[in-house]
């Protein structure tokens, strides 16, 4: 099912700066770095009611599902395999239109049309990506590359 998503898009970017100050407010004086990937994950979940948001993170050379809201997930990703373990190799954010053109994608959900991963970097190395999916193709854009990456920043890794 496709929802109508024109009041969405047409504010997208005033969507972002208004969650930017909750998502500040929820991680301030909190240090457990699962507590906040949970309430990031819920934050945008509940602003933009994408199919799934989540994050894994890097553990013995592999990406492992961490806190997230939606459909059940994959729990391990290879490096560079599907868009997450590709973002997490090249250390860039990925913005993929049409996840079934996206060479190895791996279709966790076959609701999942379009996606988004955002890597997190600490010290010049990726330790987590920030992954949402959407039901409608060509949802991602370089607004959402721009506030993603402005998101996940603000988490203490």
């Known amino acids: 099912m496709s929802e109508d998503l024109s009041i969405i898009k047409g504010s997208k970017e005033e969507e972002y700066q208004s969650l930017i100050p909750q998502v500040e407010a929820l991680l301030a004086g909190e240090n457990d770095l699962v507590a906040n990937m949970a309430n990031v994950a819920a934050a945008l ?9 989540g994050f894994y993170v890097v553990k ?18 290879q490096k560079g395999r599907g868009v997450c373990g590709s973002s997490w190799k090249q250390a860039t954010t990925l913005v993929v239109t049409d996840v079934e053109k996206f060479p190895g994608h ?8 379009s996606e988004i991963v955002v890597p997190v970097i600490k010290d010049g190395e990726v330790v987590a990506v920030l ?5 409608n193709y060509s949802y991602f854009d370089g607004v959402d590359k721009r506030y993603l990456e402005e998101i996940v920043a603000l988490l203490n890794f």
């Open 60 to 77: 013995d050379n592999e990406l492992v599902l961490a806190p997230f809201q939606g459909p059940v997930a994959c729990t391990r990703i």
């Open 106 to 113: 791996i279709a966790c959900s076959s609701l999942s049309k």
């Open 131 to 135: 992954d949402v999916d959407s039901e």
């Open 45 to 53: 979940k509940e602003q933009f009611r994408w199919l799934w948001v």
